[in-house]
């Protein structure tokens, strides 16, 4: 397990909405103290604060603090602060959940075909007739994993519905997206909304792809939905707390329903500030999606834990499934604590979606390709049912399709497209 990578600056969680966290921050001495309203489209932009020494996500009632050890006690038992402030934390840094390694990935399809063969021989004496393997493949049509979301064939298509992704940006000039609603916002320093990495890109193609792409299989689950791109993490492939409670705060003020994060942090430990940002975003009728984690090594009976921010039990975790519903070798297991178990699962190895030009397009696994399919879903059930909050988490895990596997790998299975009028 990695040591968690830290900033030096601190989260602080506020109790409630009576708790004026600017004046409090500024009783503890904190100089500055920068306001999520006061930005245009309530986009915290960092760069615009002329090195506030406060940074107050409104809607969260969350604060990043540049303070000394003393200041942040002063604000924890101070008699203006006293009950006010829930928690303290160090601020994290995150990054791209990355596709497994090239050897596990040989090494893992060498396996399905190796099983494969020997089932349709020797194996096979009785006759009987034997799954086809893989069973799902993507075809000229549709990709596997809209066939296993059970995507192509939903009446709906996630229109009127906002939808977030938190993640390294956005490619504005993809032709696969002309003409579509998308509200891109950098919250990474110094970088515009655009993505320099490519992660971001395919998981918006992923959640939100056009239902006719320029070329090759539709690819995207809710071809209608309103985009919403935060880049919170550099084209480096890494952000810190205040970029992703930043974006977090930014897609609830704007009515996102759904928020997919396909990042995080390899630490056990359920961090203070997605409990209270996951709960308080539920509240307002805005569901999290996060990727459970990539550090399970299944071939080797190593498997893992849902990292930070999906192991908040506020947020939806999601776990990996290959092209065979199985659990991909890489996805995180549930951690025996509040909020630690994967939740549900979703299509998660050699997902093909949009890369930035000239690319195009690009393959890739991880838990990071499952959260955007289930957060495409999300949208078409917030469609469905007008459901939103944790409405829409209950209808979700409800209408999930069981597997074989344990719940402790799978939560309550595979998201599934609404498929009638709910």
Known sequence: MEMAETTGRYIVVFADDDANPAALLESAGVSGVADSRDFDGRGLDEAETGGAGGLVFHALGIAVVSADP??????????????????????????????????????????????????????????????????????????????????????????????????????????????????????????????????????????????TPSTGPRYGVAHEAEIFSGKVLGNSGSGTDAGILAGIDWAVTNGCAIISMSLGADVAQVHPPYVMAGKRALEQGTLIIAAAGNNARRLQSKFGFVGTPANSPFIMAVGALDHQFNVAYFSARSLPVRGGQVDVAGPGWQIYSSWPMPARYRSISGTSMATPHVAGVAALWAEASGFRGRELWSVLIQESDRLMAPSVDVGSGVAISPQSQV
Not at 163 to 185: E, K, Q, Y
Request: net charge negative.
């Open 70 to 211: 003393d200041q942040i006690g002063a604000m924890q038992v101070g008699r203006e602060s006293r009950g006010a402030v829930l928690s303290v934390s160090p601020e994290l840094v995150h990054h791209v959940l990355d596709s497994p390694p090239s050897d596990y990935i040989k090494g893992y399809r060498d396996g399905v075909a190796d099983l494969s063969g020997r089932i349709d021989g020797a194996g096979n004496a009785s006759g009987a007739a034997v799954p086809a393997v893989p069973i799902f493949q993507d075809t000229a049509d549709f990709t596997w994993g809209l066939q296993a979301v059970e995507a192509m064939s939903s009446p709906y298509s996630g229109r009127g519905i906002k939808v977030a992704v938190l993640d390294t940006g956005f490619d504005s000039t993809h032709p696969d997206f002309a003409g579509r609603s998308i509200t891109t916002r950098s919250f990474v320093q110094g970088e515009s909304p655009e993505d320099g990495h490519g992660h971001g890109t395919h998981c918006i193609g992923s959640a939100c792809g056009a239902r």
